[in-house]
């Protein structure tokens, strides 16, 4: 069964788009996403949020044990990757978000490989 599956070509696209999005996450991390964005006084541990009036820091952004980056408002604006990042702060659909970050990382990435 495990032969069939990987012979899917669904699932081999499905890994080749997760691939490029793993690419782009290495060339363009979420620190420097949100600094490219004029968000970078947000891109700490302990910040006030960018996506609410906040008079006191609820939000943080943060690498975890696997080198991967996230943040989150405690206040309850959500969580995520780079790619909720820019859904959230453009306003865009999950497809919007993540072919805009693709070409963000293609345009103002660091060349480097994950």
């Known amino acids: ?5 990987d012979n899917d070509p669904e699932d081999s ?9 793993d690419a782009a996450k290495a060339r363009l991390p979420l620190p420097h996403l949100m ?3 004029d968000d970078g006084d947000h891109a700490h541990t302990s910040a006030c949020c ?10 943080s952004v943060f ?18 990757d ?3 990042y820019l859904l959230l702060r453009e306003e865009l659909t999950k ?4 072919a805009e970050y693709l ?3 293609d345009e103002f990435g660091e060349d480097k490989e994950p």
């Open 13 to 21: 696209r499905r890994r080749e788009f997760r691939q490029q999005i």
């Open 35 to 37: 600094e490219l964005l």
């Open 63 to 80: 690498e975890t044990a696997d080198g991967h980056w996230r943040w989150n408002c405690f206040a309850g604006c959500g969580s995520g």
């Open 82 to 84: 780079e790619i909720d």
């Open 50 to 59: 960018p996506f609410h009036f906040d008079e006191h820091p609820s939000f």
């Open 103 to 105: 070409r963000l990382a």
């Open 95 to 98: 497809a919007e978000a993540i």
């Open 1 to 5: 069964m495990n032969a069939l599956i």
